[in-house]
């Protein structure tokens, strides 16, 4: 049997998401600059996606800026927020993904940033009284990156009492919503954010396809230089089936929430039941506010490494996730759990569902578990 349970690295596209892109990958191949009905189609297309993006986060379209992953929209925020905006200190915390940390490290190392971490609750939500008392006691031009749901456990942060913070002490607002968009609803004229994270692959949506939300008010310079696509933020020819597939499963996530939200707690719920019947010692590491597609689970009595796990999991066609792979291929102890001081030597797992997921593979998977 096959069983996919890392739905936070990437999803399945939509059939219905995949027939949306094909036409643009086979008869719909105008270059959405041209002058020709070929290609001013295609731009329409484009804007439409804008629109509905917009629409369903409840911000302008201007306010969208399309890019090609998650990585890509962090690095465009941070990066551009230091050298137009004049932000001189970020504050974020140890648990960001990589790709808000690193290039958090870079800004600190070359354009001489100051970076402040706040404190984490073991849970992995950020401790909101330290980030009021650094912004408090600051007064550079401050930007804060927080993300919204943390990837390895599903921990939410209150996007918006961070918000309400950023606002009275005057600093900006990034948030890393990688997680949650398409899962939450998100309603961006209520809050105080300035720039908002996004990647299709983790809303069966396709790869190499994602977004910024900047604030309009944030007048930001050019990341990709060339022909001035996307308000000559981020040139190149645009990735018209990426963008319309994106659109296309931000708007059936959107218009399913509730349906799909109850499916994968039924799923979760029940895996965590079984888990439980079997094994009473495992330990579900969740926030109060916890994001209904991720569980982590530790697993005290497993006594092979995490490698082995992980490998002998793969040989019975299961995946899920553990660790950090790095460049060797070999699996580390994830840095996230070692930050929150987690027990080295125990077995951590990350589950993260989806509509597809069902009983019987969970029940193989509780078997597979079962016996290592
Ligand atoms: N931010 C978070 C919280 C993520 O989980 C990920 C991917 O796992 C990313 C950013 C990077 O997104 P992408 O894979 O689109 O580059």
């Known amino acids: 049997m096959n069983v996919y349970l890392d739905n936070a690295a990437s999803t399945p596209v939509h059939k219905e998401v995949l027939d949306t892109m094909l036409p643009y990958l086979s008869t719909n191949y105008g270059n959405p600059s041209a002058i020709h009905s070929n290609g001013k189609k295609n731009k329409a297309a484009i804007e439409l ?4 993006i917009a629409k369903y986060l409840n911000c302008k379209s201007q306010e969208i800026i399309f890019c090609s992953s998650g990585t890509e929209a962090n690095n465009i925020a941070l ?71 943390q990837n390895e456990l599903g921990s939410i942060n209150d996007i918006n009492k961070i918000s309400s913070l950023t606002k009275k002490y005057g600093a900006l607002f990034h948030t890393d919503t990688v997680q949650t968009i398409a899962h939450i609803p998100f309603n961006l004229q209520e809050n105080n954010i300035d720039f908002l994270t996004a990647s299709a692959h983790k809303f069966h949506g396709p ?29 190149s020819t645009e990735n018209i089936s990426g963008i319309v597939g994106m659109a296309q499963a931000l708007k059936m996530a959107y218009d399913n929430l509730e349906n799909e939200k109850y499916k994968i707690l039924e799923l979760k719920n029940y895996f965590k039941q079984e888990l439980k019947k079997n094994m009473p010692n495992v330990i579900f590491n969740e926030a109060p ?84």
């Not at 996606?49 to 509905?52: G, L, N, P, V």
Request: with cysteine.
């Open 49 to 52: 996606s804008r629109k509905t």
């Open 289 to 372: 506010q916890n994001l209904y597609t991720i569980l982590s689970v530790t697993f005290p009595s497993i006594k092979y490494d995490l490698a082995s796990v992980l490998i002998k999991l793969d040989m019975k066609g299961i995946a899920v996730a553990g660790g950090s792979a790095c460049s060797s291929g070999s699996i580390k102890f994830s840095n996230v759990l070692r930050k929150l001081k987690y027990n080295e030597n125990e077995i951590t797992l990350r589950v993260s569902f989806s509509i597809y997921n069902t009983k019987e593979e969970l029940d193989y998977t509780v078997n597979a578990l079962n016996e290592l």
């Open 79 to 149: 990066k551009l927020a230091v050298e137009n905006l004049g932000v001189k200190h970020i504050i974020t915390s140890e648990i960001e993904h990589k790709s808000v940390l690193n290039i958090i490290l870079y800004l600190e190392e070359e354009k001489n940033v100051k970076v402040s971490y706040v404190n984490l609750n073991k849970d992995g939500t950020i401790d909101i009284d330290s980030l009021e008392s650094i912004l408090k006691s600051n007064s550079d031009k401050a930007l804060v990156s927080i993300m919204h749901a």
């Open 207 to 235: 790869l190499g396809s994602g977004f910024l939300y900047k604030n309009e008010k944030l007048k930001i310079g050019t990341w990709l230089h060339g022909g001035g696509h996307e308000r000559n933020i981020r040139s």
